[in-house]
């Protein structure tokens, strides 16, 4: 588990305070954890900046407990069995010796008491923690526990394989030597996957570090730790996902993209498959792509009401853009897609580029971009002018060339939709004037610019009401006053939200539609904040003012607010 930010710290403080490490070391460290899942002192023993054993009788004064030279034990297989293997990985724990009713166990946090707690329960032993450098601990822990089948079934305990059905898989014979056809290999990734379904989980990720490997589930937009299979495992688990999803399990030099089509019950379910080398094996993402999960209905959305209409008669228009701007993860595409279901009628054409086509949406014509045989946004749309549109959908405008036919087409009576990576909506028109596109082509062709987010949402069945401190109501850059008459709630966390206090996303949106007076600023080479006053004027909400309606409406915390909004 990743070291606390405060605990990591205070680490590094007491080994700079002892002279064991320089500052400049201790911030290339600190660099380097971020990410990693590993303690910080872990990482400056790997990086060669202390001895473990000097860290050790650091920590050892530190938490007044006993040091121990692991090389010098030889631990009974019956002591080592009072610990499970999960449980001695997840907490990075290792029980050495009994004496009555007390338990000698090695730890690298000796001074965690919720662990010290749960080894108690577990062994009905009386703890006496020692400490352990934490790569000799982890050492010794892959030594004395045997990855056994059994240690799968603990992991998979509570998952529902129930029903799955791999739709698509290529012949196994590609690799006959290889372990990932071996039953409780098929099992853990059949059961992490329909598990993750279950769960309404949007990506799944495997990552392997050098001594663990790691199982994540992103849900509500949050990543979560769920398992930590056995490091053993790793190279069977992604060769099994790689024949899963037709990759070439030979080659792991290079990042490979494919797609897994599952049957879970009736539910007929697509992972995008993303594999990644890394130093100490194949990162594997798997996004999830359920079309049962495709809210398609605009007015179930959140838009505020002004927001909604304006939103309607730009997509009701028969010519013009509309732009959906955000980060990677906000719900662009399903705003899209959602913008074409209202307008997807018999008597319309509709064409699409997207790299990757994520649903296949009824009635719509997809083309999946593909850059390496030339098939870009700039060529599909090329070709789409030449196939009777009524309205086209690009994926990205990402460069000049794609910006310049898509500005064309609209200006030619289509209506255009697409998307950008900007932060608002006003700097989405001083990015497109930055990428070549005339001023005055972006004031006559732009609709409608809508910026999103995704926040959580507060779980029904856990919300209560709570405070905030002044400072804390601050960061929302209003006055005191005007929140004085809200009503602030969290999660208190039950089993529902499984303890996070969140449960479903709600959507955030900045919808700018361009009236005369922002045409003419585009024209007259306005700034940004020019734009977004003359927007607010015109009755634009901002993210920020959004969120806010959405914190009276008691969906959400100030803390979401805060994180996906600029003041």
Do not use: W
């Not at 790997?46 to 631990?75: H, N, S």
């Not at 909604?308 to 013009?320: F, R, S, V």
């Not at 949106?509 to 080479?525: D, F, K, N, T």
């Amino acid at each position: 588990m990743a070291t606390s930010v405060t605990s990591a710290t205070r680490i590094g403080d007491l080994l700079i305070s002892e002279g064991l490490i320089a500052q400049e070391q201790l911030d290339q460290a600190l660099t380097e954890q971020r990410g990693s899942g590993m303690r910080l002192g872990y990482v400056l023993v790997k990086m060669g900046f202390v001895r473990e054993l000097e860290i050790t009788k650091m920590l050892a004064r530190q938490y007044q407990v006993p040091a121990v030279d692991l090389g010098k034990f030889q631990v009974d297989e019956r002591i080592v069995k009072l610990v499970p293997a999960d449980v001695a990985l997840k907490h990075t724990v290792l029980p050495l010796k009994r004496d009555g009713r007390s338990l000698t166990v090695a730890m690298v946090e000796p001074g965690n008491v919720q662990v010290l707690d749960d080894l108690k329960f577990i062994t009905r032993c009386d703890i006496v923690p020692v400490i352990a450098g934490e790569f000799t601990l982890r050492t010794a822990i892959e030594k004395y526990y045997e990855q056994t089948d059994s240690q799968l079934e603990s992991l998979l305990e509570g998952m529902e394989e129930a029903d799955l059905e791999i739709v698509e898989e290529e012949d196994e014979d590609e690799d006959p030597t290889s372990l990932a056809d071996n039953a409780p290999v098929v099992k853990l990734i059949n059961g992490l996957l329909a598990d993750a379904v279950r769960r309404g989980a949007s990506d799944i990720h495997i990552e392997p570090f050098e001594h663990e490997l790691r199982v994540r589930y992103r849900i509500d937009g949050a990543l979560q730790e769920v398992m930590r299979p056995p490091i053993k495992l790793r190279a069977a688990l992604t060769s099994r996902v790689k024949i899963m999803s037709n990759l070439n399990i030979a080659e792991r030099r290079v990042p490979q993209d494919g797609r897994i089509k599952i049957k879970v019950g009736k539910k007929v379910i697509d992972f995008r498959v993303s594999t990644l080398p890394v130093i100490y094996g194949e990162k594997i993402v798997m996004r999830i792509l359920d079309k049962g999960n495709l809210t398609l209905d605009l007015q179930t959305f959140g838009f505020e009401p002004q927001a909604e209409k304006d939103l309607m008669a730009a997509i009701m228009n028969p010519y013009g853009m509309v732009l959906v701007t955000g980060p990677t993860g906000s719900g662009k595409t399903t705003t899209l897609y959602s913008a074409l279901s209202q307008v997807n009628n018999i008597d319309v054409n509709i064409m699409t580029a997207e790299d990757p086509v994520e649903y296949n949406i009824h009635g719509i014509n997809q083309v999946l971009v593909r850059n390496e045989i030339g098939m870009t946004f700039a060529a599909a749309l090329k070709a789409f002018l030449r196939q009777d549109p009524n309205i086209i959908m690009v994926g990205e405008i990402r460069d000049l060339e794609t910006g310049s036919i898509a500005i064309k087409a609209a200006l030619t009576g289509h209506l255009v939709l697409s998307t950008l990576h900007t932060n608002d909506a006003p700097s989405t028109v001083t990015r497109m004037i930055d990428m070549g596109i005339e001023p005055f082509n972006v004031a006559s062709a732009v609709n409608l610019i809508v910026a999103q987010r995704l926040i959580r949402r507060i779980c029904k069945e856990c919300k209560t009401e709570t405070e905030y401190t002044s400072e804390e109501l601050a960061v929302l850059g209003m006055k005191e006053e005007a929140l004085a008459d809200i009503t602030f709630y969290k999660g208190a966390g039950c089993d529902t939200c499984e303890g996070t206090g969140y449960r479903g996303r709600a959507g955030l949106y900045e919808v700018m539609a361009l009236s005369p007076a922002l045409r003419r600023l585009i024209l007259q080479g306005a700034s940004t904040a020019d734009l977004q006053d003359q927007a607010v004027e015109d009755g634009m909400l901002t993210l920020r003012m959004d969120g806010i309606m959405k914190l009276r409406k008691g969906v959400t915390t100030l803390e979401e607010i805060v994180k996906e909004t600029a003041g």
